[in-house]
C-alpha cells in the first residue's frame, strides 16, 4: 500500500483537499488546483476580448460534443455518441426514457425498486405521459420480470451500481436479457461513470445517462451526459426537442429537423463555464484510463476493510468485484457519526436512518485517506473496552 513506485499516487498532489479526506459518495471532490486558472483563462481570453463571437471562434458551440468525446473512452462508447447536453442528470433522464419509450411501444415501463429516488420519480412521471404502466420491481424481481413477461415490456431502466450498497448489476447480461425480450435497455451510470468500466458498446447499451460531478468530478452542478448508440441516432425522437438539437440550429426555420448524429440529443444553449469545468476534470481520467482506476478503487476499498474494526457490519458486498466504487457501513445514529467525522475533517455521507457512505474516488484518495478515515470512525464510535 506505500505510495512508492505507485504512479497513481502521483496524481492526488494535483487536487486542491484542503486538508480535508474527502468520501464522501453524493457530490465528489475537491477541485483540481489549476482549475481557477483554466476557468478564469476562458474570461480573459475568450469571452472578454470574443465575447458573443466566442460561441463560434473558440468552439463553445462544439463542446457539448467535444466534451462528450473525451468522456466516451472512460464509457466504453466510440466517437460520436455521447453529449453533454447541459442539463440536469434528472432532466436529462426524462428526454432519455421518453425517446426510448417512443421506440419501444409495448405497456410496460420497468425499474427496479432499489433505483435512487429522482430515477423512481421521473419513470413515474414519464409513465404518467405516455400512459404506460410502471412496474417496480426489487432486485431479483426485475429479471423474473423480464422472463416472465418481457413481451410487455418496452424499456427497463437499470443501475450497475446501487447507490445505498454499492452492489453491482452486470450490465452486459441484463441488456441481453432485455435485447433477448425485446425490450430497451436504459442505464443510469450516475455511480459508475469514472469508476467502473461500463464497456456501453460492446455490451449493447441502447441509451445511458449519468451525473458530471460524482466520479467524473465535474463540480457543483456539472452537467449530466447522455449516450445514444449508434444505431438509433437516426430514429431516437426526443421529448426536448430544443434548437440546439436541430439539424441547423441557426436556420431559424419553425419546424424541427433533429440534427443527424448524437447533437439530436442537445436542446438548448449549454453552461459554457460548466462545461469547461467538467472539460478539465475529466483530463486526468481519461489519461489514467477506466482499467486503472477501477483497480486503484478496488485497492482502496480493500485497504478500508482490512482496517476497518471487524465489529462493524459492511453492507456492501465483501468482493470487490461485486461492487462499486463505494462501501456502506451500517451504524446505528448514520447521522451522529457523519457529523463526528467531519469534526475530524473526514467527509462521509450518511443515508438514513443507518447507513454511512463511504467513497474510494481513484484519484484523490490516497492509502493515507483511508487510515485516516478507519482511525476517525473508531474514535467517533464508542470505544470497545
Ligand atoms: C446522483 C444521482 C442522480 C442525481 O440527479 P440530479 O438531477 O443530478 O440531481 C440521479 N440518479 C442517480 C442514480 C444518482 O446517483
Known sequence: MSALGDPISEWAGGFATGGLVHLNGNSLGPPRVDLTDRLAAVVTDQWTPGQVRAWFRDGWLDLPRTVGDKLAPLLGAAEGQVVIAGDTTSTTLFN??????????????????????TDLYIAASVARLLG??????????????????????????AAPVDFRTGRRRDIGSTTALCHAVGALAVWDLCHAAGVLPTNLDTNDVDLAIGCGYKYLGGGPGAPAFLYVAARWQ???????????????????????????GIDRGRNGTPPLLSLVALDHALEPLVAVGIDELHRRTKELGEAF????????????????????????????????????LAERNVLVDARPPDLIRVAFAPLYVTPEHVRTATEAIHSVLAPPN
Open 132 to 157: 404506460r404502466e410502471l412496474v417496480v420491481e426489487s432486485r431479483d424481481g426485475f429479471d423474473t420480470y423480464l422472463g416472465e413477461h418481457g413481451d410487455r415490456v418496452g424499456v427497463a431502466l
Open 305 to 340: 476493510l482490512a482496517g476497518l474494526r471487524p465489529d462493524i457490519e459492511v453492507v456492501s458486498p465483501r468482493d470487490p468485484d461485486q461492487r462499486g466504487g463505494h462501501l456502506a457501513l451500517r451504524l446505528p445514529d448514520a447521522d451522529a457519526v457523519e457529523h463526528g
Open 96 to 117: 432519455a426514457l421518453v425517446a426510448a419509450c417512443r421506440l419501444r411501444e409495448r405497456p410496460v415501463l420497468l425499474i427496479e425498486a432499489e433505483a435512487f429516488p
Open 234 to 260: 437516426s430514429e431516437v425522437d426526443f421529448p426536448l426537442a430544443g434548437w440546439h438539437g436541430h439539424a441547423d440550429p441557426f436556420a431559424m426555420t419553425p419546424d424541427f429537423v433533429p440534427a443527424a
